[in-house]
């Protein structure tokens, strides 16, 4: 039984502005919503539209859905004071956290709200209770949506210079907020509020009661409080304790939604601190028996226990002696535990939050099973975790398989964290020079699922990846934390084809593996989320591009709507000299001059075209923003063009990009396209991956004339085109040939015939690993590529190879791909000639992470290069993160 089932109320507080003029202490707004007309700070005449059984509500029984709606008889004037917001809270259908519901307060009356500049409750899609600031920034409590009443209370303080919030769920405690965030150089709440709307998503039951709006903590009930959680880092231990004593506990909650907590080691009060008579010494409680709640011993995100018998204003005591609870915290980077204790009230519960604070030192980022040692253990950890990870998982649980970057997958990019990690802790392995020379902050920070993380103007997006803010430890950080983001890509093999776009969105002019204006000209194509080149440190743009003919103009334009708007950026032939060039579309070209003899625009053969966009991020205006342009250019320190202007167009984020040409006068083709904030895998020569169709052999190759070193590899497919040596019949490579395999062939035929059938037939009820297809590097083991023992000193597998990726590790050092190398795969495509071209093909090199290209041989498309790859995008797949936009001077 759950504890939020016996709470008959849940505090939230809201720092809110108050008025300039307020005086100290005075309650602004008060509603019981006993009637329409209720409540003190009203404008005259103006009423509430649905009330029910005494309380405002979103959708009344046999009514439709409402938005209610009432005036304030005095402008509320928060943008230079402290307001204070207090307001008992449900969502109760269907209180799953996707739809919205709240406070939402606005700058003008009902019938002409005006601006909306604060809202409290559910933000959606947030699964917690929380707020939206208005500005870009969700911040939420650690206390998940459900159908039960919380009570929310929100501080203001906007009298610095800064804005800042705190939050309170179910927790009266004024020095420990559920929540606390700062808007630094204040933020949208400029004026006063008119109107109050308490509204949610149709459909969706919200019921308010209890408002008051003040202008002290005490008008909502919160007082000040010395309890605190201690969790020993080192460890693990966690115990509870009130220099000033608190009496008349009943009972306590602690959560972690990261999954941090260990119930097998829990020391309860039930049992062993409460009544002699259940078995306790009564050193919290002695008269009282207790009982535990969470008795699901593998629920790692709650403990609670509460005592059923306590008369009212009886109950326990948590003093200055320390309340020793056992080692329940999981020794990892993960630090969120929040602890709630409940204490009676003469009958009433009220709900005391705890300040959590954390000693000692904890484990190493990468110490994946917290044993203070990062070894060949958490090696094997890692490596178990291809193809186990998803998101089932708590956060912590991910971690412990290897999902090191937070995102619920298990990819290259988790393999690039844990060495960095692993070399950093026993300065082992090929990059421990390099990694030892780069000063790096001493934490790695992670933000939860749920969590906006709002990034400043051009810095690197940091993903949301789980409920609340994480401090990884000291050796979490790694020089190359800041991870390529690839924003979009195109390898136009296919329509709808490639990663970044707006699902089912196609560009309706690829034909034979490139996109053609001569097949089907003037064609848009949305991207998934709007890009801001200036959320950048520095953003490129990289495509192949072939003119057939060059007499007007044509080339990639850049617009701030879905399929049009403002054109902000041109790149191709502009059309004013017939030569490769850049439009400003701020009257400029770049060059400005015609290009010089040797690399006018052509057309008989591709070439690669580079942009690179740098804008000014000192905030102040004017804004001095460079462009670089490169024709067939290796070197990303010698651009073949580059100018700066002042406060370039791109002011908004582009939604759609054009591929058009002037028409009849001239047409062109784009292969290759990649928008990326990593120079890296623009410049970089890159290994190359040869995918025979016909066969199924697949090699690894250096054609680029350079040695280029190797730590580890993945091979992927979403359409599970890999075969990684199955039995026969084994369709779905399972490891065993059953009736899925039959269900997978009937859904690959004709690609799988009559043969693959038979040896289905002959194989049934076989299990094992068989025999063919992927022929690892760790099986070859070829010169200067040692195969490893299982303590990462070679080349290994992956735990789970399977249809969707193949993957190796050499985790203390790397071999060399010499120039001109073929490294056969085997049998590793399992497609045909008919089979999907999807395949992404990512490498580690010199401690960085490279997109490798792909070329198919043996089927209907040769010789596509596949530069996509989803998995490198901003960490968290899930993430939700905000921009703060620069603001230009107009």
Not at 374 to 391: I, P, R
Not at 527 to 547: E, H, Q, R, S
Not at 873 to 885: D, E, F, K, L, S
Request: with cysteine; charged share 15%; glycine share 12%.
């Amino acid at each position: 039984m759950p504890l939020n089932r016996l709470r008959t109320f849940f505090s939230l507080c809201i720092a809110a502005s108050c008025v300039a003029t307020q005086v100290h202490g005075v309650v602004l707004v008060s509603d019981d919503f006993s009637s329409a007309t209720s409540g003190t700070g009203w404008a005259a005449g103006n009423v509430w539209e649905a009330l029910e059984n005494g309380h405002a509500t979103t959708l009344p029984t046999g009514g439709a859905h409402t938005t209610n709606f009432r005036d304030f008889a005095t402008p509320l004037d928060a943008s230079n004071a402290k307001t204070y917001i207090k307001v008992d809270y449900a969502q109760t259908v269907p209180g799953n956290g996707n739809e919205w519901g709240g406070l939402a307060f606005f700058t003008g009356v009902e019938g002409n709200a005006g601006n909306e500049t604060f809202f409290m409750g559910n933000t959606a899609p947030s699964n917690y209770f929380s707020l939206d600031l208005k500005g870009g920034q969700i911040v939420n409590s650690p206390i998940p949506i459900d159908n039960k009443t919380h009570t929310l209370i929100t501080e203001i303080d906007t009298t610095g210079a800064d804005d800042v919030y705190r939050f309170w769920v179910d927790n009266v405690n004024l020095s420990a907020p559920s929540a606390t965030y700062t808007v630094v150089g204040g933020g949208p709440i400029t004026g006063p509020w008119g109107t109050l709307r308490l509204g949610s998503q149709d459909d969706t039951t919200d019921s308010y009661d209890n408002l008051v709006i003040g202008t002290t903590a005490a008008d909502v009930g919160l007082a000040a409080s010395t309890l605190t959680l201690t969790v020993n880092r080192s460890t693990g231990a966690v115990s509870l304790n009130s220099p000033t004593a608190l009496t008349k506990v009943v009972g306590y909650e602690i959560r972690s939604n990261d999954g941090a907590l260990r119930p097998s080691q829990w020391t309860t009060v039930t049992g062993h601190y409460d009544s002699p008579g259940n078995g306790g010494n009564g050193s919290v409680d002695s008269n009282d028996p207790w009982t535990v709640l969470s008795t699901d011993p593998t629920n790692t995100t709650n403990l609670a226990e509460f005592s059923f018998s306590v008369a009212p204003g009886d109950g326990g005591t948590i003093g200055a002696a320390a309340v020793n609870l056992g080692t329940i915290w999981a020794r990892s980077p993960f630090e969120d535990l929040s602890a709630t204790v409940i204490v009676d009230q003469g009958g009433t519960q009220e709900h005391i939050g705890a300040t959590v604070v954390y000693t000692g030192t904890g484990p190493a980022f990468g110490d994946l099973n917290g044993d203070g040692n990062l070894n060949a253990a958490d090696w094997t950890l890692f490596k178990s975790g291809q193809g186990a990870v998803d998101g089932t998982l708590t956060p912590l649980a991910a971690y412990r398989k290897g999902d090191l970057n937070g995102d619920f997958s298990h990819t290259l990019q988790d393999f690039d964290l844990f060495a960095e990690a692993y070399d950093l802790v026993n300065g082992s392995g090929a990059f421990t020079a390099m990694v030892a020379s780069v000063p790096e902050p001493s934490t790695f920070v992670l933000v939860l699922a749920g969590l906006a993380a709002c990034v400043a103007n051009r810095r690197r997006k940091v993903a949301a990846v789980a409920a609340a803010l994480v401090v990884f430890s000291a050796v979490g950080a790694a020089p190359n934390e800041a991870h390529a983001v690839i924003v979009a890509s195109d390898d136009f093999s296919a329509e709808g084809s490639g990663t970044g776009w707006a699902a089912g969105d196609n560009w309706d002019n690829v034909t034979g593996g490139v996109a053609d204006t001569q097949f089907a000209n003037a064609k848009f194509r949305a991207f998934a989320t709007p890009i801001a080149p200036y959320d950048y440190n520095k953003l490129y743009v990289a495509f192949d591009f072939k003119l057939t003919s060059g007499a007007q103009w044509g080339g990639l334009a850049f617009f701030t709507g879905p399929t049009g708007g403002n054109e902000t950026l041109f790149v191709g032939d502009p059309g004013q000299y017939n030569a490769y060039g850049v439009d400003l579309k701020q009257g400029q070209v770049l060059p400005a001059n015609p290009l010089p003899v040797g690399v006018p625009a052509t057309n008989t053969a591709f070439h690669r075209l580079i942009v690179e966009l740098d804008f000014d991020n000192d905030l102040t205006a004017p804004f001095d923003d460079k462009y670089s342009f490169w024709v067939d250019g290796s070197d990303v320190n010698a651009p073949t063009y580059t100018t700066t202007i002042q406060n370039s167009p791109i002011a908004a984020p582009w939604q759609s990009l054009r591929l058009q040409s002037a028409g009849g006068g001239e047409w062109f083709q784009v292969d290759n396209l990649l928008i990326t904030d990593d120079a890296n895998l623009v410049f970089s020569p890159t290994l190359n991956l040869l995918v025979d169709k016909a066969t199924g052999n697949v090699t690894i190759r250096n054609t680029t004339g350079t040695p280029i070193p190797i730590s580890a590899y993945s091979i992927e497919s979403a359409a599970g085109m890999l075969n990684s040596g199955t039995l026969a019949g084994d369709f779905n490579q399972s490891g065993a040939v059953d009736g899925a395999d039959f269900l997978a062939w009937q859904r690959q035929y004709p690609a799988l015939g009559a043969a693959d059938l038979a040896a289905w037939k002959a194989n049934f009820g076989a299990s094992g690993p068989g025999t063919g297809g992927w022929s690892s590097l760790a099986d070859q083991h070829p010169a200067g590529f040692p195969a490893g023992n299982g303590s990462g000193n070679g080349w290994e597998e992956g735990a789970n190879p399977s249809a969707t990726e193949l993957a190796e590790y050499y985790l203390t050092g790397q071999s060399s791909v010499v120039a001109g190398a073929n490294l056969g795969l085997g049998k590793a495509y399992s497609g045909g000639a008919a089979g999907a071209q999807d395949l992404q093909f990512i490498y580690r090199s010199n401690g960085e992470l490279k997109v490798g290209t792909i070329s198919y041989t043996g089927g209907a498309v040769a010789a596509v290069p596949e530069p996509g790859c989803c998995w490198l995008a901003a960490m968290g797949a899930t993430a939700i993160a905000c921009r703060v936009r620069r603001v230009r001077a107009a």
